[in-house]
């Protein structure tokens, strides 16, 4: 039986383009940012900026200083930004009501500059700062220091929750993040962002397999 679900939050509760962030940039004059950054791998700088380990203004000037190309700060973070495309009522609802029997958990891989941005979005288009409230905990990479697909990453949220893997879902849009998961005994599932939530997560409860 699935006790447990851990979230995703970028690609599975926000719908993400990260095409947009790289058309973004090269209206800026960066050419190729996806060799810099893509869903499937980042350069260490983006690392450090998921880890927390480098500051937003270290990461601005890193940015300069990598691209050659002088943008402003305003430019970086909005370009950097513009991926978040947002977040659908319905998977609020869905969050808000489904989850009586399970306890439910967020783990993202995000950077302070995406927090701020998504609490702006939050206020302005649903009212709240944050949906903290909806998960009976959350673990964001640069508050922890460490991120996925490290296994450490998922064996703290086990830990902090006396959590049994095997009766654990772990659901992400990333199949790296899903290698990562599965490396530590949690069930896996790979979402497709086109897919309702509602009826992905249904889905799977209802066939609780070892890995979709």
């Known amino acids: 039986m ?44 983006f690392d450090l900026l998921e880890k927390g380990k480098i500051s937003e203004h270290d990461f601005r000037d890193e940015i300069r200083k990598q691209t050659g190309v002088p943008l402003t700060d305003e430019q970086i973070d909005s370009a950097w930004n513009s991926m978040l495309v947002g977040i659908r009522e319905e998977k609020i609802h869905f969050l808000t009501h489904f989850f009586s029997d399970h306890k439910i958990y967020l783990l993202s891989n995000t950077n302070f500059i995406h927090l701020k941005a998504i609490t702006k979005y939050l206020l302005r288009n649903h009212g709240r700062v944050n949906l903290d409230y909806l998960f009976d905990r959350v673990y964001y990479s640069c508050s922890m220091g460490m991120r996925k697909p490290e296994p450490e990453t998922y064996r703290k949220v086990i830990e902090d929750n006396s959590l049994k893997p095997h009766e654990t879902l772990y659901i992400d849009d990333s199949p ?7 490396s530590v005994g949690l069930k896996v599932a790979l979402y497709d962002p086109k897919d309702s939530l509602e009826e992905f997560v249904n889905k799977i409860l209802q066939q609780e397999p070892n890995a979709v």
């Open 2 to 45: 699935i006790h447990n679900i851990i979230f995703d939050y970028g690609g599975v509760i926000i719908d993400l383009d990260y095409n947009r962030t790289k058309m973004e940039f090269e209206k800026f004059g960066v050419k190729n940012f996806d060799e810099h950054f893509s869903q499937l791998r980042q350069t260490p700088l």
């Open 176 to 182: 790296q993040h899903i290698e990562g998961g599965r």
